[in-house]
Nanobody
C-alpha cells in the first residue's frame, strides 16, 4: 500500500505563491494534484507521468502553476504562483502505480492512492 503525504498548504493573499509537496512511500508511475472547494466536485489540477512521458495541466491553472519532482525522494512539488481567491480549496495528491493513458488522467477514479489533503486559502 503506497502512502501519500501532502504538506505546504496555508493562507495567502491574492497574487502570492505557495508550494505544496507530495511524498510517496515508494516509486509510482503517475502523480498529481486535484482540488475540491466546498460544495464543488473534485477538480483536476495537474498530473505528471514519472517516466517523463508528459505533464498535463487543468485549464484554470495553466501559466500559473508548475510541477517538479525529486526522483530520489519520490516527491512531487506543486509551485502555485499568482494565486487567486478561486484557487481556494483542499488540495489532494493522487498517485498511481499503473501506466495511465492520457484520456484517463483527469479522472479521480484513475488513481489508487490519495493523500489526506491540505487546505489552501487565498484571500482577496
Amino acid at each position: 500500500q503506497v502512502q501519500v503525504v501532502e504538506s505546504g498548504g496555508g493562507t495567502v493573499q491574492a497574487g502570492e505563491s505557495l508550494r505544496l509537496s507530495c511524498a510517496a512511500s515508494e516509486r509510482i508511475a503517475s502523480a498529481g494534484w486535484f482540488r475540491q472547494a466546498p460544495g464543488k466536485e473534485r477538480e483536476f489540477v495537474v498530473v505528471l507521468k514519472w517516466s517523463g512521458a508528459g505533464t498535463y495541466f487543468g485549464d484554470s491553472v495553466k501559466g500559473r502553476f508548475t510541477i517538479s519532482r525529486d526522483n530520489a525522494k519520490n516527491t512531487l512539488y506543486l509551485q502555485m504562483n499568482n494565486l487567486k481567491p478561486e484557487d481556494t480549496a483542499v488540495y489532494y495528491c493522487a498517485a498511481s502505480k499503473r501506466g495511465l493513458i492520457t484520456s484517463t488522467i483527469r479522472h479521480p477514479g484513475s488513481y489508487e492512492y490519495w493523500g489526506q489533503g491540505t487546505q489552501v486559502t487565498v484571500s482577496s
